[in-house]
């Protein structure tokens, strides 16, 4: 996904140095500012990691000529309804609903983040093709400016859990196998005897056991057997 | 959910502010704290309308009292693997995932973050049933505290989309006829024609119109043929 952000006038050196960080997180790079405070201590304490980003941020004067790049602009706001202008914040896509709107689309996206106060211009919201918005509590809506972008970076990044092995059926039927034996050391009538062999193989069978988990888990119960026997 | 939020050992005030208002943002409200460092200006600053949250925090001297409060504890980690304790923070489960484990789970969860710069300690991931950890990039993995838990509150937020009545069949067969009039307003040839009332059908299809939007369309629409005829 070619995706770059874009703050529309930041007036806090924190959030736009907060933005680089989860940018730097998520695997985004490209940082876009338009008419921004200045990039000073607390931007660069807040990046930590994320220098990169900051060095490389593009400033401009105006948010048209930013708009004219990209080939799909997304505009965001934490303001939704009520308002005379509703209809130009309507209908609007959660970040997750976005994932699946971009997902398979070729094109330079810009994801446009207003300022703390005002959220983004009207002009802008109409310029974009689509609106996104986190669903939030009426209670409080408006969310900080860099956990609205950690969200949105969050959902959009392509970076998922690397696999972990799960044990394989043979892997389990051997911890079946000794849990059944241990069971056989109690004193038990029979029909006591499945139940409580039914109940482990459920408890373990839920718990989806790893690769790792479960060769540990034979080990042991292989000792135990034997200290048993 | 009833969930509550734990962060251990907070080194600083502008993040437990920052945890405090997306906490309010996605309608959770408990929020404990662990030998913090004083809840000062920045605190107060970064919580903007959350104040309330900081006013009913509960803090404690040692974890361990906190850890038998719940009947799930969730420990989350931003290191994940290679390293010698890597069994301790093994398998874990994405926010997504963690999310669909709790869905219909009765009890008192409590979320545990550790602290900026070394995490949460060994005994409380030895400690929580469930390991949680967000897929970051392996460039730069770990993330903001206050970042990373308005990823979790976003997550684990019941709060949905409001609604919004798309067009009805009904709704979108006036628009279609209307467009068909339209198209035949044009010198075309019969088969072009219907192939463009084919593609017109598509595109309006595929942008799944809200009721209002039909509607303003349809009186548009409607104005257009007037004028042509």
Redesign the interface.
């Known amino acids: 996904m070619d995706l770059d952000v874009v703050l529309v006038e930041p007036k806090f050196g924190?959030n736009i140095g907060?933005v680089a960080?989860?940018m730097?997180?998520?695997?985004f790079s490209d940082l876009f500012l338009v008419n921004p405070t200045e990039i000073g201590e607390e931007a660069r304490a807040?990046a930590?990691?994320?220098q990169n980003i900051l060095d490389n941020v593009v400033e401009v004067d105006s948010v048209e000529e930013l708009l004219v790049q990209f080939d799909y602009r997304v505009a965001t706001t934490g303001i939704?309804?009520e308002t005379s202008d509703r209809?130009i914040r309507?209908?609007?896509f959660?970040?997750r609903e976005l994932k699946d709107k971009l997902r398979d689309k070729i094109g330079k996206i810009g994801l446009f983040f207003g300022r703390e106060d005002y959220g983004l211009p009207n002009k802008v919201l109409k310029e974009c093709e689509i609106i996104v918005?986190?669903?939030?509590?009426d209670?409080?809506?408006?969310?900080?400016l860099?956990?609205?972008v950690?969200?949105l970076m969050?959902e959009l990044?392509e970076?998922?859990?690397?696999e972990?092995r799960l044990a394989s059926q043979k892997e389990l039927d051997i911890i079946y196998e000794r849990l059944s034996k241990l069971v056989n050391h109690i004193d038990y009538p029979e029909h006591k005897r499945e139940k409580t062999n039914l109940m482990l193989k459920r408890i373990f069978g839920r718990s989806?056991l790893?690769a790792?988990?479960a060769h540990t888990l034979a080990g042991w119960l292989k000792a135990l057997i034997e200290e048993k026997s």
């Open positions: 924190g907060s960080r989860v730097k997180n998520f695997g807040m930590s990691n994320a939704r309804g209809h309507m209908p609007y959660t970040p918005s986190i669903p939030t509590s209670e409080y809506p408006i969310m900080n860099a956990q609205s950690a969200i969050y990044s970076i998922e859990k690397e972990i989806e790893t790792r988990e």
